[in-house]
Every structure is written in structure tokens, then in C-alpha cells.
């Protein structure tokens, strides 16, 4: 697996699975799977609901001796609620406790809202005492990014926002190397929005390297220097998203990629004042 230097020394796998919106009821199995199939990057959250099973998933692969603990890099988040100071140290302690984990390998602050900055003296503080080896921020459009870092002592290691060929973010990946801020792409596929999966344009990438369109998405992201987090449920789509380190791109595939660029969020953007009620309610939810 090839592997990325974060800003304080850690190695981190470049690719990973993530679980979310993966059913509670599937995740231990589909962990597992991930694990099996060669994945040592392991993405959850707090709001997720899945931190439990998927600490089972990693559980069992280490007691079946597929892997060791200190081979795999976990991660997860806090969500907003638990933003401040006291509430960002509980929800640490109860990811770690929850998961059955002394320590996590990556802890992020998962939305950029509420007291950002309480929470990110929590995560220095935890990652101070050796509970988190790497600690970042996620959602953080570069602006407060910068924002960040100008206002606080330690540096994120990562930030973990949207990219894929629909929303490829190749500005804010200069601001992040220019402030050694590492990106990690979630949605990749775009969860296949904007038929991603039988874009003709990718496809035929793919057909001159006999790979298919999530391949030819991951080494793309794999070839500008960013971590990857690809979710599937299906074993033989795990397999394949994995089986993208032998073979290269050419920089013209790079370039015809980079024109499918639409600059915008396939999803949602953070500062749409809709979308901001829609995680003041979620976080009033998760309060109740
Ligand atoms: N920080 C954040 O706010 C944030 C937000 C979203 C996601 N994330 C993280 O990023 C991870 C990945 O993002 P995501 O899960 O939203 O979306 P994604 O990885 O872009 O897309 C997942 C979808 O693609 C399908 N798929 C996967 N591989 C495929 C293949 N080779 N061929 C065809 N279809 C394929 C999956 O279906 P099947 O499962 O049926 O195979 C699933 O529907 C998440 O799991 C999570 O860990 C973080």
C-alpha cells in the first residue's frame, strides 16, 4: 500500500474504507472484508452510528491474525455537538471506549461549526497524551483552513473534504500544500452522482489500461498526491478499488480528467444557510 508523511511524521495509508452509510447490520462484516481484501485505512465517524460494529470488524481481523492493530490506521470524528472543550474530550474517550481501541490514528473535527476551536484543544490534548497519533479537521473550505492554522499553535495534520473528477478542488489543494495541511478525498466516486460509473470520458480511460471507472478515479487522486476514502458493501467492488498500484496514467489522461472539472459540490455547500439548519437540526437530534 503506498503510503503519505503527515506534518507531524506519521505515515498514513494513501487509500481507505469508509462505512458511512454503510447498515449497522452489514459494517462489522464489511470492515472485515475491507481488511481482507488489503485495506489498512479505516474511515468512521461519531455520527455515523458505526463506530461500535466497525471496532468489531477490526477486532476480528486482528484475532484471526490477518492483521496487527499497529499495521492499521483508524479513523474518526466529532461530530458538532460535542464541540466544546469537556464534550470533545468525552466524545474521544467514548470513540476510543465504543470501538474497544487504546488509540485512534486519526481524529478529526468533522464539520467546520460551533466551538471549533474548544474541540481542536481537546484533540491537541488527547494527541499530547498519545490517544490520537494524528488529529484534523474536516469540511474546512481553505479559507478557514488558513483561518485555522493562522489561530492555532498545532497544525491540522489533514483536512478531509469532497473531491472527485466533478468537484476536483485543484486551488484549495494548493492552499493545503502551501500550508503542509494534507487533503483526504471523501466521495470520491461522487457516490456515482452525475452518472460518475458509466461516464463515457473516464471509461475509455479505462479501457486502454483495462481498468474500470473507479480504478481510473482513485489512481487519478492517487497520482495528485491525495488520500483516498472509497466505501462499497460489495467484497469484489472492494477488491477492485484496490487493485489501482499497477498501472499509471498518462499526464494526457491526467488533463482530459481535469476538464471534467464543474468546480462545485456534487452534494452541498457548506455555507448554503439550508444546509446549515439541516446540521443545526441533525445536531440537535443526536443532543436528544
Ligand atoms: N467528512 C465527511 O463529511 C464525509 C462525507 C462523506 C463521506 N465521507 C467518508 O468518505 C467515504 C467515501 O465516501 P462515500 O461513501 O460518501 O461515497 P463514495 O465512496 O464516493 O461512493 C460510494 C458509492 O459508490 C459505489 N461503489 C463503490 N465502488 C464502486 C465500483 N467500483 N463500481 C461501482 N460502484 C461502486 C458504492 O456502492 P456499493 O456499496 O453498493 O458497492 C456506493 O454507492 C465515506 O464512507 C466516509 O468514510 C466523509
Known amino acids: 500500500m503506498q503510503t503519505i508523511e503527515l506534518n507531524n511524521g506519521v505515515i498514513m495509508p494513501q487509500l481507505g474504507f469508509g ?14 472484508e475491507a481488511i481482507k481484501a488489503g485495506y489498512r485505512l479505516i474511515d468512521t465517524a461519531s455520527i455515523y452510528g458505526n463506530e461500535k460494529e466497525t471496532g468489531e470488524g477490526i477486532r476480528k481481523a486482528v484475532d484471526e491474525e490477518i492483521v496487527k492493530r499497529e499495521d492499521l490506521f483508524i479513523t474518526s470524528k466529532l461530530f458538532i455537538l460535542q464541540a466544546p472543550e469537556d464534550k470533545a474530550k468525552e466524545t474521544i474517550e467514548k470513540s476510543l471506549s465504543v470501538m474497544g481501541l487504546d488509540y485512534l490514528d486519526l481524529y478529526l473535527i468533522h464539520q467546520p461549526y460551533g466551538d471549533i476551536y474548544g474541540a481542536w484543544r481537546a484533540l491537541v490534548s488527547a494527541q499530547k497524551s498519545g490517544k490520537l497519533r494524528a488529529i484534523g479537521i474536516s ?21 478531509q473534504i469532497e473531491v472527485n473528477p466533478w468537484n476536483q ?3 484549495d489543494e494548493e492552499w493545503h500544500k502551501k500550508y503542509g495541511v494534507q487533503v483526504e478525498a471523501w466521495a470520491p466516486f461522487a457516490e456515482g452522482r452525475h452518472d460518475l460509473f458509466s461516464n463515457l470520458v473516464l471509461e475509455e480511460i479505462g479501457q486502454k489500461y483495462g481498468k474500470s471507472v473507479g480504478q481510473v478515479v482513485l489512481r487519478w487522486l492517487m497520482q495528485r498526491g491525495i488520500v483516498a476514502l472509497a466505501k462499497s ?5 472492494m477488491i477492485e478499488n484496490i487493485n489501482i498500484f499497477d498501472f499509471e496514467l498518462s499526464p494526457a489522461d491526467m488533463e482530459t480528467i481535469a476538464h471534467l472539472d464543474m468546480k462545485e459540490s456534487a452534494f452541498f455547500d457548506h455555507d448554503d ?5 439541516w446540521f443545526m437540526n441533525r445536531m440537535k437530534d443526536t443532543e436528544e
Not at 458493501?233 to 467492488?237: A, D, I, L, S, W
Request: net charge positive; no cysteine.
Open 169 to 171: 478542488r485543484i486551488e
Open 233 to 237: 458493501v460489495r467484497p469484489e467492488r
Open 139 to 159: 469540511n474546512f473550505k481553505s479559507s478557514r483552513m488558513i483561518e485555522f492554522v493562522g489561530l492555532n499553535d498545532v497544525k491540522p495534520q489533514i483536512n
Open 273 to 277: 444557510p439550508q444546509q446549515v439548519e
Open 19 to 32: 462505512v458511512y452509510q454503510i447498515p449497522n447490520a452489514q459494517t462489522k462484516e464489511a470492515v472485515y
